[in-house]
């Protein structure tokens, strides 16, 4: 019987893909293990090779279609002779995938969701960065941090990147892609498995005088290296006497991504936010990703820019200029409201975007504060929105004790307390390890109906 | 060879193995025997330097004891030639980086005894302004980057120093400095594998006093020849007696042109000796006083300097006595204004936390 073959996913999170290109063509035998096509997604190529024998009967999406879906019948295998129709018409019975993927990514598979998130971004005031009718580019915020770290190495000798996977691999997020073609070896290092040694490393580079930006594959691994980014960056300018400093920016994606379990989900903005001496930046749109990392990199002082995996394929406006810079420390008011505000970040604008869209419909207008620098942290930005609804909502994915919610919580009941009208909720992910089983996962971190139900609970509203 | 070769005890026999047998080490060999003869200016300028450490140090133990320094303090004494004889050998622009036992480093490398003196104490003209202490002091013009406090991460950054020479196509060298204890590190190794990959400038001094703190080499180390651990990365390596600085300089002029002309890293073992204590709070039970007292007697680096000076009649006594009175003014200088200057302004509290 004639089987089909199906999309397959590449990585975890991936839900569409490019077919970039076929390798066998209709009427080809095919034995199991021949490479039958090139399936391209936001962060890699790969090959799908062929698992039954048969003939290639029929291919049903053709080179070069983009967006295609995960298990959408790519092609038809048949047995020698036999009519391809019955398969055809039995795509609803969504038969098991029968191709396996070949050449595994880097260590973490990707995502590649490509879903367009700027929705309700049209109350947002204009950033100030960005002056009045300024030419707009769409751009993932993959691509904008690339672009910054593509200009400022144009700019600047001294800065260099190094990590795992960073220069031929092309980053195992994509994050580099193209930086070695354009600067070569000697700034774009690809380094052994030992993020110990080369934050190490890049922090002793930085003490003489070059501007290293530090590729962690993700923040998870940078507790490998948690000592030089604490007690070797972010302390021997006071330890020195403000003689000796350490201009180096460590980024990569830090938080969640989507079933990889406990190890590889965890967000750092709480741990590295809490160590003065260090800045601490996590951008959502890709405007700000771009402004963001052209000033960390520019800055005299250890920035962690933490990224975020899932919003590396989302897109967003990012304005053509010739310098565009967004400062360290200034957060951004995502939409006006008057009635709650949401303070987040990073991922955590997800959530607070899609609740202030629900809540607006019920009459509840929701201001969304989204912070960008964690530390310094724009503590007056957060007190002024208060002053005004009365009520807080603070959204993050990391842990609630010690979390960077506790911590706006305090400042606003040090600062603001006669100003509340309610106790400030705090959501957060769960006070759990992360599990791997898709459904639990879901309930470890914080949903939008959670944040729904918060402001509704500030607001006294059931 | 000398006492730095102590024979393994077991653990807790300390007193019992008063007696530390001594090998005979074929290598490594004294300075003389290995040909390196010091001309009477170098003899006299390595005595010096080396008398500079060891009368400092024995006043930071003094004002230690009387309350002037707090905190962690580790003395330098008996170590003096290796980082002496590495010093003699590096040009301007070479940089140095080691662990907390800093303060030789720093006088070796020309900082102003007082400025050291003064951040022991904590006060506003130390180095680092009073808030770095014994461990954390640097210096940019003297190209000094500290002064680290966690065993072993000098060593990535030391091997970051090197990679900035070799980034700007310059020919200086990191001289990266550490212990035995440190050479334990899983970091080492990180460190060891990059630079070798790369080829970077930098010489490893491993300055094997015998001692981890109180664990000594024995009992922590599988491999106790520390010029080997960079074998599987295919990083050549010596064993050096630290306590001749004829021996150390001609190690460190090899090692040095062995990196200055892009070979890659070096490793140099220098076998030496701390006759203090690891901190001041060190109770010394782990090893006995007649072992302590052997090494002085016998190969103490000051001492072995000194005889050959006179026997070569490179100095009379009484130079050698205005040198030494020269050094002892310097560094009670050096006490008195770091016992005398203020204490920093309650407002640096919040300065220097970024640029």
Not at chain 1, 239 to 265: E, K, L, T, W, Y
Not at chain 2, 124 to 134: D, F
């Given at each position: ?345 990073s991922i955590g604008m997800t959530y607070a975007i899609k609740a202030a869209a629900e809540l607006e ?32 909502v603070t959204i993050e994915e990391g842990y609630p004790q010690s979390g960077v919610g506790a911590e ?55 | ?355």
């Amino acid at each position: 019987m004639p089987t089909n073959i199906l999309m397959p996913a590449l990585s975890p999170t991936m839900e569409q893909g490019k077919l970039a290109k076929w390798l066998k063509k209709e009427g080809d035998k095919i034995k199991s293990g021949d490479i039958l096509a090139e399936i391209e997604t936001d962060k890699a190529t790969m090959e799908v090779e062929a698992v039954d024998e048969g003939v290639l009967a029929k291919i049903l999406i053709a080179d070069g279609t983009e967006n295609v879906a995960v298990n959408t019948p790519i092609a038809i295998i048949a047995n020698e002779g036999e009519d391809v129709g019955a398969a055809a018409s039995s795509q609803a019975s969504a038969p098991t995938p029968k191709a396996a993927v070949v050449a595994a990514p880097a260590e973490l598979a990707a995502p590649a969701i490509v879903t367009h998130s700027q929705a309700s971004g049209s109350q947002a005031p204009a950033s100030p960065e960005i002056p009045e009718g300024t030419q707009m580019v769409t751009t993932t915020v993959r691509e904008a941090l690339r672009d910054a770290m593509a200009e400022e190495m144009r700019r600047d000798g001294d800065v260099f990147v190094i990590g795992e996977e960073v220069a031929e691999y092309q980053g195992a997020y994509k994050v580099t892609q193209g930086l070695l073609q354009e600067f070569g070896a000697r700034r774009v290092i690809d380094t052994p498995i030992t993020e110990h040694g080369f934050a190490g490393l890049g922090v002793g580079a930085a003490f003489a005088g070059l501007k290293p930006i530090i590729e962690f594959m993700t923040f998870n691994f940078s507790m490998q290296a948690i000592d030089h980014i604490v007690n070797s960056a972010a302390k021997t300018l006071y330890m020195s006497g403000g003689q000796m400093g350490s201009p180096v920016v460590f980024r990569g994606p830090n938080g969640a991504a989507a079933r990889v379990g406990a190890q590889h989900s965890q967000d750092f903005a709480a741990w590295y936010s809490s160590v003065p001496g260090l800045k601490v930046v996590s951008p959502y749109t890709a405007a700000d990703a771009k402004g963001l990392l052209k000033a960390a990199i520019r800055d005299p002082n250890p920035v962690v820019f933490l990224e975020n995996e899932i919003l590396y394929g989302q897109t967003f406006d990012v304005p053509v200029m010739d310098d565009f810079i967004v400062p360290i420390g200034k957060a951004r008011i995502h939409r006006e409201g008057r009635d709650v505000t949401f303070v987040t970040w990073s991922i955590g604008m997800t959530y607070a975007i899609k609740a202030a869209a629900e809540l607006e419909k019920e009459g509840i207008d929701v201001e969304i504060i989204d912070l960008r620098t964690i530390r310094p942290m724009d503590t007056d930005a957060i007190i002024r929105s208060v002053m005004k609804t009365g009520r807080c909502v603070t959204i993050e994915e990391g842990y609630p004790q010690s979390g960077v919610g506790a911590e706006i919580v305090a400042r606003i009941m040090e600062r603001a307390f006669d100003y509340l009208d309610a106790p400030v909720i705090r959501i957060t992910g769960k006070d759990v390890p992360m599990p791997y089983a898709a459904n639990l996962e879901k309930l470890a971190l914080p949903n939008v109906g959670e944040v729904v139900a918060a402001a509704k609970a500030v607001l006294y509203r059931s | 060879m000398a006492a730095t070769r102590t024979s393994a005890r077991s653990a807790g026999s300390a007193k019992a193995g008063a007696k530390p047998a001594v090998k005979a080490a074929a290598k490594p060999a004294r300075g003389g025997q290995n040909g390196l003869q010091f001309t009477p200016e170098q003899e006299l300028e390595a005595y010096k330097m080396m008398l500079l450490i060891r009368r400092f140090e024995e006043k930071s133990g003094q004002m230690y004891g009387m309350g002037l320094i707090g905190g962690f303090c580790h003395l330098y004494i008996g170590q003096e030639a290796v980082v002496v004889g590495m010093q003699m050998s590096a040009k301007e622009g070479d940089a140095v980086i080691t662990g907390y036992r800093d303060h030789g480093h720093m006088l070796a490398c020309g900082m102003d005894p007082k400025g050291v003196m003064a951040e022991l104490t904590g006060r506003r003209g130390g180095l680092s302004k009073g808030k770095g202490g014994s461990m954390h002091m640097f210096s940019k013009e003297k190209h000094f980057y500290g002064g680290h406090g966690i065993v072993g991460a000098q060593v990535a950054l030391g091997t970051g120093l090197a990679f900035a020479n070799a980034y700007r196509g310059n020919d200086n060298v990191s001289m990266t400095y550490f212990g035995d204890g440190a050479a334990n590190q899983g970091q080492v190794y990180e460190s060891f594998n990059m630079a070798q990959l790369w080829k970077l400038p930098v010489v490893y001094i491993i300055e094997n006093n015998r001692y981890a703190m109180g664990t000594s080499v024995s009992r922590a180390s599988a491999q106790q020849d520390f010029s080997k651990r960079g074998l599987s990365f295919n990083i050549p390596g010596e064993q050096v007696d630290g306590m001749d600085v004829r021996a150390v300089k001609a190690a460190a002029e090899h090692a040095i042109k062995w990196c200055r002309d892009g070979n890659g890293p070096y490793i140099l073992e220098m076998q030496t000796y701390r006759y203090r204590g690891h901190s001041m709070s060190d109770p010394a039970k782990y090893r006995t006083k007649e072992e302590v007292q052997r090494v002085r007697d016998e190969n103490d680096p000051i001492e072995l300097v000194r005889a050959r000076i006179l026997k070569g009649k490179m100095a009379s006594e009484d130079d050698l006595k205005q040198i030494d009175a020269g050094v002892r003014a310097i560094v009670a200088e050096a006490a008195e204004f770091a016992t005398n200057d203020p204490e920093p302004d309650p407002s640096e509290l919040w300065t220097d936390i970024l640029v």
